[in-house]
């Protein structure tokens, strides 16, 4: 009988062998690799958030600046505005069909009457409704009674002579709206007012002379 011996082949078996020993000489080239790479990864990391902030920031304005040159500049020859609302006419009579503001409620429309008279229509709660007036002075009317006008601002108002240039104004506010009737138009009493000729200035009366 004779005996065989065997003899381990390159790279065969458990231990020892080429496929044993590649695997640390890998793992010793990647960790090198990364030693190397990691560094620069990190740098350039750094420079990019040290930017990224200035590029996404946004200045705000700290101050507004609020519109001017809203009304004209006082007149001397009619006085000062001060609290008075924009008076001067958008129309200088009223007109049927014109649209007019009631504040800040809705608008409606000038209508007149079979009897000469002016009312407001407006539609409220699904339909078509006049509304009413209540006060000292009545809307409209002939130039040798109080005169009513629409402001450049859509506003209604009527003026009683008291004097060359001078006025008695009353302004027509809304008042007491439900949701089934519209307001009332109130004529509230604005003071004296005094306006220039061409009634393209007004003031409070209270001029120099």
Not at 32 to 43: D, G, N, Q, T
Not at 96 to 123: F, I, K, S, Y
Not at 139 to 164: M, N, Q
Not at 179 to 192: F, H, Q, S
Request: hydrophobic share 40%.
């Amino acid at each position: 009988m004779v005996a065989s011996t065997q003899v381990p082949r390159p790279g065969v078996g458990p231990r020892g062998g080429t496929r044993g020993r590649r695997a640390p000489i890998i793992a010793a080239g990647v960790l090198a690799c990364a030693a190397i790479v990691l560094p620069f990864a990190l740098h350039a990391v750094h420079r990019s958030g040290a930017h990224s902030p200035a590029a996404a920031t946004v200045a705000a304005p700290t101050t507004v600046t609020a519109p001017t040159g809203r009304h004209p500049v006082d007149d001397p020859e009619v006085g000062r505005r001060g609290d008075l609302p924009a008076l001067l006419p958008r129309r200088s009579r009223l007109t049927d069909g014109t649209h007019v503001r009631l504040g800040d409620l809705t608008v409606g429309v000038l209508r007149r009457t079979a009897a000469g008279r002016w009312q407001v229509l407006v539609r409220w709660d699904g339909k078509v409704q006049p509304v009413p007036t209540r006060g000292p002075v009545r809307l409209g009317g002939p130039s040798a009674h109080p005169t009513s006008w629409v402001s450049a601002e859509g506003l209604l108002y009527t003026r009683i002579p008291v004097g060359t240039g001078r006025f008695r104004v009353y302004a027509w506010d809304p008042r007491g709206a439900t949701a089934y009737t519209p307001p009332t138009l109130v004529a509230t009493d604005l003071g004296r007012v005094c306006f220039n000729a061409s009634f393209t200035a007004f003031g409070d009366c209270r001029t120099a002379g």
